[in-house]
């Protein structure tokens, strides 16, 4: 049974940089593609960015292009999203989640993914 775990968030002032880290047990992460999803309070969670299986496609949100690096690390089992730049509209609980195995990097939507991490609190001050 897959299970993810994330880690690294913590509380930046505006302008700073964290690297989120999600780390699976119970099974390989190369089976799946890997999404980092963010959910703020009151909002629904969205999509930030997704990698496919090999690692060789990308997808960003519209918001977070250019401040936000997805990697992984199939080796350690594992998947990386650098942010930069950090916004306070940033601050959010992030999660990564593991897709179907028809889920591409293209489908970066929470509906397309069925095993998720417990969310690690990124909060980012002005």
């Known amino acids: 049974q897959l299970q993810l775990v994330e880690s690294g968030g913590g509380l930046v002032q505006s302008g700073g940089s964290l690297r989120l880290s999600c780390a699976a047990s119970g099974s390989t992460l190369d089976y799946y593609t890997i999404g980092w999803f963010r959910q703020a309070p009151g909002k629904e969670r969205e999509g930030v960015s997704c990698?496919?299986?090999?690692?060789?496609?990308?997808n960003y949100a519209e918001s977070v292009k250019g401040r936000f690096t997805i990697s992984r690390d199939n080796a350690k089992n594992a998947v990386y999203l650098q942010i930069n730049s950090l916004k306070p509209e940033d601050t959010a609980v992030y999660y990564c989640a593991a897709g179907y195995r028809s889920t591409t990097a293209l489908m970066c939507v929470a509906s397309r993914f069925w095993s998720w991490g417990q969310g690690t609190q990124v909060t980012v001050s002005s």
């Open positions: 990698i496919s299986k090999s690692g060789d496609d990308t």
